[in-house]
């Protein structure tokens, strides 16, 4: 591998394997910490393909990392302990943004922070939809599936893919979609080319080295609006979300909805919903709104106010129904404008999430990281509540501290997430405790059919089993691909519970 | 491996309003200017001088104003210190790897950190912030 990268880019100290290893592992200092062996820095397609075709000769196990800042669900540490990470940081070339298209092409080193810096120094009229926090790698977090905040077609980040090449294990370079037509110019305008779309087997894979990536881009809005409207009754949950999902999908609004509970939410946690007539006392009593619907809107200001009167109207039906406008802002946000606004509805990179953790939270000594759980809830107020109270009420009897509770959570635009934020301590007792209850709380979940769409490397074996469907043959399927396209297992074993054939007998969640 | 060097010149007012979030001012002494090109890009985002930000108001939280949370207003910084931090972490701060920080830059950082505060292009509102610490 030396000779393929060089020496410099070849790590294998204990000084340098520190830097790789996961910081919000809830494995610190176990044997079961997942670490990595060495650590290999490419510069280009062609030093990948030399590493791949050294470590599937020699039967290597290879983790590739984009970034490596995927803090809270594993960072740069791989699945299979002993693996050698790749990390693609070096390759952080822009190769391409195109505007009249609206799109783009990235190597994998390519932060949200770098294209940003990219398109603001080059006077591009795009914008970038990002994540909270921003550091990550656009590739990175497309393949993991992260999300972000502001129009529909942007804000699911795998979905706004257009084009992959990947490295396989045997060396050889492949291109999705219209990248497999020489010459043609649309690998960035159609995804799927003929036959099997097969973009999606580099999505929580361990099948391919993913070496660019096309996305979708935003064209500048000329404004944006953010709006709510305030309910007062427990009951009105339900004809609220399947309003809220009427508009939505009927392009009234284009950017990231919220249904919030004003009478429950306490910073960032959204409380246990009650029984409705407790409910309903308590929004008596206080005068806090039952729900909030929110949504924001990009477009032209005549446009935004439109279609915003128009919300109002629908949402009249609902008794005691109050609106509240927000202000509308013009784009692109003047310097003041960008000390006030939350950044990532903006397309603009931060890591001011963090501050969360500054000072500990609640009655929680500050930390040492955190990790999540994030599970696919249906879109439906039902859902929404029973969701809410299922966790609330389990991580309550298990004694999961919990520093984020958002059950609504719409980065995609016809599921719920769940999101829950735990912290995580370097302490093998309140580790191991915690990795218990998380498995627990998994298996709570399945069974009332919500699935996590993302998790750490912990526990993601668990994950994998819970999605069992006539006999887990997400998974046996998943490992004949795997046996096809790495019969020797080189790729990120284990990654989302798929193990080559070599190390599939006898492994534990 | 490229030198991350942000230059607001000529750049949308959004551009200079980020860098101006982010950078810790005017123009540090050519001896240090490296080392603050890359604080600006790898470090301010988190500890350049606002509460708003995770490392500023972590130390603040830490200190409780005895020392400048923010670290370019510091002067009790040595190097080796900031590359402890850097390759080790600390509370949610993860290490940064060699793909990110070289060792270089990292000198880099630590000699930008130790250098004398007026070297270190910080605006007079925060040199006098930072020499009223001292």
Request: with cysteine; glycine share 10%; proline share 6%.
């Amino acid at each position: 591998m030396r000779s393929a990268v060089g020496a410099d880019w070849v790590f294998t100290s204990e000084g340098d394997m520190h830097t790789y290893r996961d910081f919000y592992s809830v494995l610190w200092d176990e044997p079961d910490e997942r670490v990595a062996s060495a650590a290999v820095a490419p510069a280009n397609v062609e030093e990948v393909q030399a590493v791949v075709r050294a470590a599937n000769a020699r039967g290597i196990p290879l983790y590739p990392i984009s970034t490596g800042r995927n803090l809270g669900y594993g960072g740069a540490a791989p699945v299979y302990s002993g693996s050698v990470v790749l990390d693609l940081k070096r390759m952080d070339k822009v190769i391409e943004v195109n505007e009249g298209n609206a799109s783009c092409l990235v190597e994998p080193g390519v932060s949200y922070f770098d294209m940003y810096r990219h398109l603001q120094e080059t006077g591009s009229k795009l914008w970038l939809d990002v994540p909270d926090p921003g550091w990550g790698s656009m590739v990175g977090n497309a393949l993991d599936s992260g999300g972000g905040y502001t129009a529909a077609p942007y804000r699911g980040h795998f979905e706004a893919q257009c084009g992959i090449e990947a490295v396989l294990a045997d060396g050889e370079l492949f291109r999705t979609g219209m990248g497999a037509m020489p010459g043609s110019e649309t690998w960035q305008q159609y995804r799927m080319g003929i036959g099997p779309c097969l973009d999606g087997l580099f999505r929580q894979s361990s099948l391919g080295v993913v070496t660019k990536m096309g996305f979708w881009l935003f064209p500048q809005p000329e404004a944006y609006l953010s709006c709510s409207i305030d309910v007062f009754n427990y009951e009105d949950i339900e004809p609220l979300v399947d309003l809220m999902n009427e508009l939505e999908y009927s392009n009234i609004f284009n950017g990231m909805p919220s249904v919030s509970s004003p009478v429950l939410s306490n910073g960032m946690m959204f409380n246990e919903v009650p029984e409705p007539a407790k409910m309903n006392a308590m929004v008596r009593e206080t005068g806090k709104a039952a729900w909030r619907a929110s949504a924001t809107f990009y477009g032209p200001e005549k446009v935004i106010r439109a279609q915003w009167e128009y919300m109002k109207e629908r949402f009249a039906k609902f008794e005691g129904a109050r609106p509240n406008e927000g202000e509308l802002i013009k784009l692109p946000l003047s310097p003041e404008a960008m000390e006030k606004v939350s950044k990532a509805r903006f397309g603009i990179p931060s890591l001011e999430i963090f501050s969360v953790g500054s000072n500990g939270f609640g009655d929680f000594n500050p930390s040492d990281g955190h990790i999540w759980f994030s599970a696919i809830i249906p879109r439906t107020g039902k859902g929404l509540v029973q969701a809410n109270r299922v966790m609330r009420q389990e991580c309550a009897r298990l004694g999961i501290p919990l520093f984020m509770f958002s059950p609504a959570v719409t980065c995609w635009t016809r599921s719920f997430v769940l999101f829950a934020a735990v912290p995580v301590y370097k302490d093998k007792d309140s580790n191991k405790a915690l990795r218990e209850k998380v498995l627990e709380i998994i298996k709570i979940c399945a069974a009332n059919g919500w699935g996590e769409y993302r998790c750490p490397p912990a526990f993601q074996d668990a994950v994998m089993d819970s999605y069992s469907f006539n006999n887990n043959i997400l998974r046996r399927v998943n490992e004949k691909i795997k046996d096809a396209l790495d019969p020797n297992g080189i790729i990120s074993a284990g990654r989302y519970g798929v193990w080559p054939k070599h190390l599939r007998e006898g492994r534990g969640a | 491996m490229k030198a991350q060097v942000v230059v607001a010149l000529g750049a949308a007012a959004v551009l200079a309003a980020l860098s101006a979030q982010a950078a810790e001012g005017g123009r540090a002494a050519p001896e240090f200017a490296e080392g603050k090109a890359v604080y600006d890009e790898w470090c301010a985002t988190c500890h350049a001088d606002s509460l708003g930000l995770a490392g500023t108001l972590a130390l603040q939280t830490k200190y409780q104003g005895a020392i400048p949370a923010a670290l370019a207003l510091r002067t009790d910084l040595e190097p080796e210190v900031v590359e402890y931090f850097v390759r080790n972490g600390v509370a949610w701060m993860a290490p940064f790897r060699k793909t990110e920080v070289s060792d270089a830059q990292l000198a880099a950082i630590g000699a930008y950190l130790s250098a004398p505060l007026d070297k270190r292009g910080l605006t007079a509102a925060e040199l006098a912030k930072a020499k009223a610490a001292q």
